[in-house]
């Protein structure tokens, strides 16, 4: 048995074949991070105007890729939402398309979900309760999964997500998109303490994250400060934000951990591809006493694999599938 996977949720057109013992036999992402780069963020427009463009052709390379002909396929899947909703209309609209001219089921995905499975693609040996964190350009979140396809919400972001406060400060500095790993790469050399940032506190024993008291901190920082794409001390002003920023998220994930008792851990998403990061997650983890997963940085970004992956999970456990053609969009975290 055969899947074709779509994503198209934010600035990445993405497919990828897998085959029903989740072996991925493609996985084509086509980046859009220079349309929006002038931008230093994505323009939904262009986003969803760019997918419009390249879903054909990374549709075709990816079967290509896989070596599978189009009518080989047994299942289509799709990312629902959350996302741009522009960008995920092109998606599920071509995906539609296919499933109703071959006559196939056509199953809908959540993207943040998707994030998480990727991990499983990797590591069959994850030990349920698994305690998730997902951070990515537009999500910072943290699920408790009892079992497979069972999330519970713990955490959110009450403003920015993780990676949309690095890149709002790569923006500021005119330092280039996405600013993730453009923040990783000047400030690798820079000394993490040299600014101080008091770490965001919940006054409720919430589980709940903010960025926007750090983004507010670094922009009074730069000013102070004077500093500028070229100062001497940038190198130490980003690896301090960086490390702020990680800092925050791992004692966040620390307590939440304390509190359900996960047997594993998993970090995923765009920003989890930073290495301060996956240093810190290892670290914690460690200290926890619980095994830390991870997948490896080409499945943290967003890419069809995990799609796929969701996709093939939900048709093993015949949880609730929905065929074409009922299949909407969201916009916001289901
Ligand atoms: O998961 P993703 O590809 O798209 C969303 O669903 O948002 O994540 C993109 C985010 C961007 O904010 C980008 O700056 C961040 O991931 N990112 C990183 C790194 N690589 C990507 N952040 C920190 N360090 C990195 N190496
Ligand atoms: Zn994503």
Redesign the pocket.
Same mark, same amino acid.
């Given at each position: 048995m055969y899947l074709l996977a779509i994503e198209t949720s934010?600035d @990445?057109t993405a497919a990828a074949v897998l085959r029903d013992d989740s072996e991925v036999l493609s996985n084509i992402v086509l980046s859009q991070d220079e349309i929006h780069a002038p931008y230093g963020g994505v323009v939904p427009e262009l986003a969803s105007r760019q997918h419009l463009k390249s879903i054909d052709y990374i549709v075709r390379e990816s079967l290509e890729s896989a070596g599978i002909p189009l009518d080989k396929i047994d299942y289509f899947a799709v990312t629902q939402g959350p996302g741009l909703i522009g960008s995920l209309l092109v998606g599920l609209s071509f995906a539609k398309g296919l499933a109703y001219y071959f006559r196939k089921p056509l199953i809908g995905v959540d993207h943040v979900q998707a $994030?998480i499975e990727a991990v499983f693609l990797e590591h069959k040996d994850i030990e349920l309760p698994a305690l998730a964190l997902i951070v990515? %350009? %537009? $999500?910072t979140s943290l699920y408790f999964m009892k079992k497979k396809l069972r999330y519970e919400l713990v955490g959110r972001t009450r403003d920015d997500a993780a *990676? @949309?406060a690095?890149?709002k400060i790569a923006k500021f500095l005119d330092l280039g998109y996405? *600013? *993730?790993?453009v923040i990783?790469k000047l400030g690798k050399k820079g000394n993490p303490q040299s600014f101080e940032f008091a770490l965001p506190r919940m006054t409720d024993r919430s589980l709940d994250f903010s960025f926007s008291g750090l983004k507010t901190a670094a922009l009074r920082i730069i000013k102070e400060n004077g500093l500028t794409k070229s100062h001497p001390r940038l190198a130490d002003f980003l690896a301090s934000y960086e490390n702020a920023v990680v800092r925050a998220l791992v004692e966040n994930l620390s307590r939440a951990a304390d509190r359900s008792l996960p047997k594993s851990l998993i970090l995923c %998403? *765009?920003?989890a591809?930073?290495k301060r990061l996956r240093a810190a997650f290892k670290k914690a983890a460690l200290s926890l006493g619980v095994k830390a997963f991870s997948p490896s940085p080409k499945l943290c970004?967003?890419n069809a694999a995990m799609v796929g992956a969701l996709a093939l999970e939900k048709i093993k456990t015949r949880a609730k599938l929905i065929f074409f053609p009922e299949l909407d969009a969201y916009p916001r975290l289901s």
């Open positions: 934010c @990445e $994030h990515s %350009g %537009g $999500h *990676g @949309e690095l890149d996405p *600013g *993730g790993p990783q %998403g *765009g920003v591809r930073n970004t967003d």
